[in-house]
Nanobody, 121 residues
């Protein structure tokens, strides 16, 4: 099994910064996408930022220039640096890793438990 454990969420004032971490452990698999999604109250879960196949990065338009995704391969950890936060960024942030098994080729898709980010005015 695979575990994704997020940390770093909390309460921050508008204009402030937070850094989220997602530590991955468990059975290795071929990762094609790993990144961050968020879900605000009453809204659908949406992509924030992710690494995709070929080491490309994909950002939501609303966070471009403010958020940055990075990774530490040795630590199996992905980070999300969030700057210039606004109240619109308030949401539960989820880490996601998807790909396929090395032997069977079966698709797999894992989510973390989420971490709350609240931006106050």
């Amino acid at each position: 099994q695979v575990q994704l454990v997020e940390s770093g969420g909390g309460l921050v004032q508008a204009g402030g910064s937070l850094r989220l971490s997602c530590a991955r452990s468990g059975r290795p698999f071929r990762i094609t996408t790993m990144g961050w999604y968020r879900q605000a109250p009453g809204r659908q879960r949406e992509l924030v930022a992710a690494f995709t196949s070929g080491d490309s990065t994909n950002y939501a338009d609303s966070v471009k220039g403010r958020f940055s995704i990075s990774s530490d391969t040795a630590k199996n950890t992905v980070y999300l640096q969030m700057n210039s936060l606004t109240r619109v960024d308030t949401a539960v942030y989820y880490c996601r890793a998807s790909g396929s098994r090395y032997v069977s080729g079966h698709n797999v898709d894992y989510w973390g438990q989420g971490t709350q980010v609240t931006v106050s005015s």
